[in-house]
């Protein structure tokens, strides 16, 4: 404990350093500019924070964009009745996603195995359903919450002129747009990280991976685990619920689609594709899949006719038919085979590889696999 304590300085150092950087050592992979870096850096925090629960415990919550959404929800409220500050309405997001995410993970946690993830995937559905219908009044149902020029902003408008356009989401006078926004989401980025290792290295992680290993022995030693998992899906709901708020801090809007399964299926697979269990993973598989989503979406048909223009007309139009089937709309098509491979051949995902490389260039051989349980948090 007292040399991963000595060593804490130099791990947050070199991470902040990879984060602030990003617009330099992302130019040569196309990704530099501020509202994918703005994504890089708010899905990481949503699969971290996810992989809390899922990596710590071995809970598989398939509902954890219900978190997100009511991130959103509050944060763009806050834009609209107090002030276009974002500190507000991140604690406001951040505050009523934990408050979410105790009353579901209270029914929740009674089960465990695929009966939780059930019932986790129903409360997240009623969440984006009730959001269309009941709740209009709240959400503005399929159009979204959004600002307008009659919002009350309170606070704003006790101690400036309104001017005549919306106005925009600022911290302290300066604007949450372009790389502004994006140097605001990576300092919280780093905050969750030093968080997030604190807690995978603290008696309370200790803790929470002899439950995901055998809660029933954990239970026969007098432990009661419940608080334990409780309060690790409460952590992990507030990390969902910052993450929403910070998608409304660089896009001042909220709309349920934020809440639908698919989104939580996502996180699911950033952390499956990152390494379940490992600390740096579930951040390199949300890099991955919104890289991957950026460029594949951004294909059409006159892209790839350019693209196979040296093969002969009837082939050329074999090879656009069949590619477009993996781009554009489709793209998921390209995520769900790349998820296949990784499945297959580095079940402990991006981070499993990465451990491969180093035994092979270090001379301990590129053998067989640990298994996904055996990593160690500091990764």
């Not at 992302?26 to 708010?42: E, M, S, V």
């Not at 763009?76 to 105790?102: D, E, H, Q, R, Y």
């Not at 979204?144 to 902003?153: F, K």
């Not at 698919?262 to 390494?275: N, P, Y």
């Amino acid at each position: 404990m007292k040399e991963m304590l000595n060593r804490e300085p130099f791990a947050l150092a070199a991470f902040s350093l990879v984060i602030l950087l990003m617009p330099i050592w992302l130019t040569p992979f196309g990704a530099n500019y501020p509202d994918l870096l703005q994504k890089f850096a708010i899905f990481a925090i949503f699969a971290m924070g996810f992989n809390i629960l899922f990596g710590l415990t071995g809970y598989l919550s398939f509902g954890h964009a219900a978190f997100l959404g009511v991130g959103s929800y509050a944060a763009v409220w806050s834009f609209k009745l107090f002030t276009m500050n974002v500190i507000p309405a991140i604690f406001f997001g951040v505050a009523f996603a934990g408050i979410f995410a105790l009353a579901i993970g209270y029914v929740s946690l009674r089960r465990s195995g695929i009966y939780f993830s059930i019932l986790t995937l129903a409360f997240a559905q009623m969440s984006y359903n009730l959001a269309y219908s009941v709740l209009t009044p709240i959400t503005n149902g399929e159009t979204g919450l959004q600002l307008t020029l009659q919002d009350p902003r309170i606070i704003d408008n006790a101690f400036t002129t309104p001017g005549a356009g919306l106005p925009e989401t600022n911290l302290f006078g300066i604007d949450m747009s372009g790389y502004p926004g994006f140097y605001f989401c990576a300092v919280v980025l780093i905050i969750c990280f030093f968080i997030t290792r604190r807690i995978f290295n603290s008696p309370f992680g200790l803790t929470l991976r002899g439950i995901k290993s055998n809660q029933n022995r954990m239970g026969y030693t007098g432990l009661n685990t419940r608080p334990y998992t409780l309060t690790a899906f409460v952590i992990s709901g507030m990390f969902a619920g910052l993450a929403g708020s910070l998608l409304a801090v660089t896009d001042p809007l909220a709309g349920a689609e934020r809440m639908q399964w698919t989104a939580s299926g996502e996180v699911v697979l950033m952390t499956i594709l990152g390494g379940v269990g490992t600390l740096i993973g579930p951040m390199l598989g949300a890099w991955l899949i919104k890289y991957l989503e950026n460029i594949f979406s951004s294909f059409n048909e006159i892209t790839l006719e350019h693209f196979f223009s040296f093969l002969p007309e009837g082939l050329q139009s074999f090879a656009v038919e069949l590619a477009s089937l993996f781009v554009g709309e489709g793209w998921h098509l390209t995520l769900g085979v790349l998820f296949m491979l990784i499945v297959i051949f580095l079940p402990g995902g991006l981070m499993e590889g990465w451990r491969r490389l180093l035994r092979r260039f270090s001379g301990g051989g590129g053998g067989k696999s640990e298994p996904a349980a055996a990593v160690q948090p500091a990764e």
